[in-house]
């Protein structure tokens, strides 16, 4: 083939490409779901879906593929043809994981940001019967004990609920014995059945299950009160200032998806997050729209990274 050959079939491929992106999306949208059915991150992404459908005039399908800290749904959508029609919706897992383990099968750099969805602040837990009526008690109960010791239940290696465990680690000084789950969820099943001491979950998933009595409230992780939880006070207020991390939940995609798909994927995020049905059901349960440009959602990611990382020393964390 010669040089001008060669040139005429990237041509080609180039326009055929761009033919492609301009038409997308021709047919369903697959959003996956590295967690089981019920957490955060799963009612993120059927939230949004839900809204993406009327606006792409194409069905979003939202899949939950499970397991191990949330990499599997994760390395399956790297590793998917960067087509525009896989996505990934995620969480903290997406810059931590492989600052705590190295059995990751795909490579960071095999997923590119979209958009930021939200943020929400982590609500650590207790069992109804715990007689501690915040974080601070509670500490003070362990302490008096001859045990010293909390068994924390966590949706995973690298989630938030992880990270949430070893900040409680750093900041009290007590012995916090993470135990991984499939979701957060099911944190909150084995915290109501006595299984588990603590757990870490986000507003959106604990807010209902508090205000019914299943669970107890000790804190939220942030620098100020959730609108759904207008009565529990912040780690800041009970003196753990350091306990400070939330549950953000993004969209990714696989790397070398054309940057014009990113951008209409993009755009109508931004779309669906300001629709009226989707306002509702985040800021009922006390959840923060974000939105922004996918250079902003990057920088995003690469600051938690480097937080986080720290953490990760401080608590000794690595596997």
Do not use: C
């Not at 997406?94 to 929400?120: F, G, S």
């Not at 939880?229 to 070398?256: C, N, Q, R």
């Amino acid at each position: 083939m010669t040089f001008l050959s060669r040139l005429l079939v990237l041509a080609l491929v180039l326009s055929a490409n761009s033919v492609f992106a301009q038409a997308w999306p021709t047919r369903p949208i697959t959003i996956v779901v590295p967690f089981a059915p019920g957490g955060n991150i799963d009612i993120v992404g059927r939230t949004v879906g839900k809204e993406l459908s009327q606006i792409l005039k194409q069905p979003v399908i939202v899949e939950n593929k499970p397991g191990a800290g949330g990499m599997v749904g994760a390395t399956y959508v790297a590793k998917s043809k960067p087509d525009g029609y896989t996505f990934l919706v995620s969480s903290n897992g997406l810059v931590t994981t492989t600052l705590i383990r190295n059995d990751q099968q795909h490579k960071d750099e095999e997923l590119v940001p979209v958009t930021l969805l939200t943020i929400a602040p982590s609500v650590i837990i207790s069992n109804i019967n715990n007689p501690a009526s915040n974080l601070k008690e509670f500490i003070n109960n362990i302490k008096a004990s001859k045990d010293n010791r909390v068994v924390f239940a966590t949706a995973g290696v690298g989630t938030t609920p992880h990270f949430v465990s070893a900040l409680v680690k750093i900041a009290t000084d007590v012995d916090v014995e993470p135990i991984p789950y499939k979701s957060g969820s099911d944190t909150v099943t084995a915290l109501v059945g006595g299984q588990v001491q603590l757990a870490a979950e986000s507003t959106q998933v604990v807010t209902p299950k508090i205000k019914a009595g299943m669970v107890k409230a000790l804190a939220v992780t942030y620098d100020q009160r959730s609108a759904s939880l207008p009565d529990v006070p912040t780690t800041k207020e009970l003196g753990y200032p350091s306990i400070l991390i939330t549950h953000f939940v993004g969209m990714m995609a696989p790397a070398g998806t054309p940057v014009s798909i990113l951008e209409k994927m993009s755009q109508a995020n931004q779309k669906a997050l300001q629709s009226p049905e989707v306002k509702s059901v985040f800021n009922g349960a006390g959840t923060i729209i974000v939105g922004g440009s996918r250079a902003s959602f990057a920088e995003y990611l690469q600051k938690e990274r480097e937080r986080l990382k720290v953490v990760v020393q401080d608590a000794k964390m690595t596997q």
